[in-house]
Nanobody, 122 residues
Framework: VQLQASGGGLVQAGGSLRLSCVAS????????MAWFRQAPGREREFVAG????????VYADSVKGRFAISRDNATNTVYLQMNSLKPGDTAVYYC????????????????WGQGTLVTVSS
C-alpha cells in the first residue's frame, strides 16, 4: 500500500492540527494504521495506532488525552487530530501500515508515507 501524508505546519503551543494520510490499494480496510514521529537527533517513536479489528486504538503515554487517531475506510484515510500541542511535539510525522495487530515498533510496519513536518512554537 502507498501512503501520502499531509496536514503539517507551524502552530503555537496550545493549538491544534489535523494530519491526514491517504492510502492507495484495496487492503486499507484490513490494515493496521499508525502514526510515528521523529524529532531531530532522536529515534522514530510510536504516536498512535488504529487496528482494523474491533476499532482498537493505542496511544503513546506522551500524547494520551491530547491526540486522537481515526480512520475512514470509505476514503482510505487515517487522521491524527492533535490538540493542546507542545513544543516537544515538534517532529516529522509519518503514517505507516501493516497487516496484523497494532504494535509500537516501527520495524514491523512495511509501508510508510513521506512524512509531514509539525512545528510547535512556544
Amino acid at each position: 500500500v502507498q501512503l501520502q501524508a499531509s496536514g503539517g505546519g507551524l502552530v503555537q503551543a496550545g493549538g491544534s492540527l489535523r494530519l491526514s494520510c491517504v492510502a492507495s490499494g484495496r487492503t486499507f480496510r484490513r490494515s493496521t494504521m499508525a502514526w510515528f514521529r521523529q524529532a531531530p537527533g532522536r529515534e522514530r517513536e510510536f504516536v498512535a495506532g488504529s487496528g482494523w479489528r474491533d476499532d482498537i486504538t493505542v496511544y503513546a503515554d506522551s500524547v494520551k488525552g491530547r491526540f486522537a487517531i481515526s480512520r475512514d475506510n470509505a476514503t482510505n484515510t487515517v487522521y491524527l487530530q492533535m490538540n493542546s500541542l507542545k513544543p516537544g511535539d515538534t517532529a516529522v510525522y509519518y503514517c505507516a501500515a501493516r497487516q496484523g495487530a497494532v504494535v509500537t515498533w516501527s520495524r514491523y510496519y512495511g509501508s510508510w508515507g513521506q512524512g509531514t513536518l509539525v512545528t510547535v512554537s512556544s
